[in-house]
């Protein structure tokens, strides 16, 4: 007698534990995401400027359920023999252990490390902000502008959050003015409110996307589908649509360069509603 | 050298704002009068009675097992509870360990902090533990650890600061289903010779503390308030018994004032999401 087989049902959360590719699969041939999403449909994005006093500029950005907060500090420091003119912009990305269980207690992960990197090369290869404005006295003391960027809660496409909230922060902070006292070394601001803000010459944004076989792209990945993708793209486009650097993390599919010109179509996309929310969300008095 | 940051120059400094390394001292007495007028009404339009309003909002981090975040004016205060998880150290403890990570974002202060946690938020950190503990039912989960993570986006005044804090680890322990025995709230005040400032700001603490220190301290109380009874009791500086006793009655009505704030959330946080439970 044949073994009486019953067929196994599983959970539709039971299944995406077991065969996470399938799953996806399964949603992405309807032309839909687990969360709801069409492919090539971001999340929702929302911005606060400068609600955190302490620092000189600060921006909180939610995109879906990542949620990161920058704050720049400036300090006054010496500037480099070889530029004496030009101040420093240092970009950080904490991803500590609050956000998500995956990262641990102690020195920065992997991904924390690279994802600063990232923003560093981006404000030095990009050319988004002349850093002699930043100069008080020539050979003496320049501004150091200190972008720490922290993360509160974690679901994947930490780039595209976190360069937003650089951007926005850098876009509305203001520097006090600053005089060198010739004597003392010391540099003394100003009590009365005379503070500028910085110029921005090519403000920058990311859009990410995940690819999958057969071409699919899925915009803005969450961190399972950042897992279970094939590669990852990012595009870094300024505002006026060019380009400003492109990474692509894993193993590229053949027909990669065929999707190269949806990307960039909506990454200009992306970039144009990114501007104008940082442009639209003016700080709070 | 930190190579895992980005890292600047070796050496910055925050720039002084200008007249103040002078006029420093002579300022102080003006400043502390500026700060109360005849009616002893703050610069912020409180009376030195009065605490900053409160905002509260659990499940903010969805990838924990609970969370909160806290709100009292520039006050900001995320807090992530994971666990209880497996406690990986070999030896078997009947017991839950309660684990604590206390962080300034690096822009929280006037003063930037640096991104490891430096020796200021290990002290915190236990400060934690020792508050939350008496009210955590740690046998319930054997072998297991209970992390809790807490993250100061903005801090205004050191002691109110740390006073959410330990609210809003303890609403992120409720989050997570951890069992309790009660809500532990805390509040602060700073100790004059003539009273008590509840809930100062970091401007109000620096003014005061720069006064010649004839009779000054500052009082942080957590207090299981369905219990009546205190959790734990930060105090430092110089006060007489009769002030301290006054501090910490001042202290437990203003924590259960924090408590009434804190369960209505929760009852309105529950009503919100199973109407069934509270009927």
Redesign the interface.
Known sequence: MAPDIKPVVLSAAAFEKIAPEEFYKRFVQNNVRPDGRSLERFRPTSLQINS????NG?AVVRLG?T?V?C????????P?ADAPNLG?I???V?L??????QFK?G??GELS?AI??Q??RILDLGKVLKLDQLCIEEHQAVW?L?A?V?C????GNILDAALLALMAALTHMRL?Q??LNEDTG??????TDDSTPLVIDRPVYAATFAMFPDQVLLADPTDTEEAIAEALVSVVLDDQGRQCCIWTHGTQPQDYTRCTERLLTLAQQRTTTLQSLVTANAPQS | MDRRHVTGPERSVAPLPAGSMNEAVATTQAQTAMFFDTQRNRQDGRTIDAMRPIFLKTGLINQASGSAYFEQNNIRVACGVYGPRQNTQAQFNENARLDCGFKFATFACDKRRQFQRDPEERELSQILIQALTPAVRLGMYPKSTIDIYVTVIQSDGWWSTLAAAITCASVALVDAGIDVIDIVTASAVLVLPDGNVVDATQQEEQALSAQPPKCHGSLVVAQLPTHNEIAHVVQTGKMTPAQLTKAIDTCLGDSAKVHSVVSYYLREAVLATEPSVLA
């Open positions: 955190v006093t302490t620092a600060s359920n949620m907060v704050g720049i500090k400036a300090e006054v420091a010496e480099r420093y240092v970009p950080n904490e500590a252990p609050i956000c998500s269980p207690a020195p920065p490390q600063g990197h923003l560093n150091c200190y720490d922290t509160l809660t974690y679901e006090p600053a005089t010391v540099v003394t601001t100003s009590l």
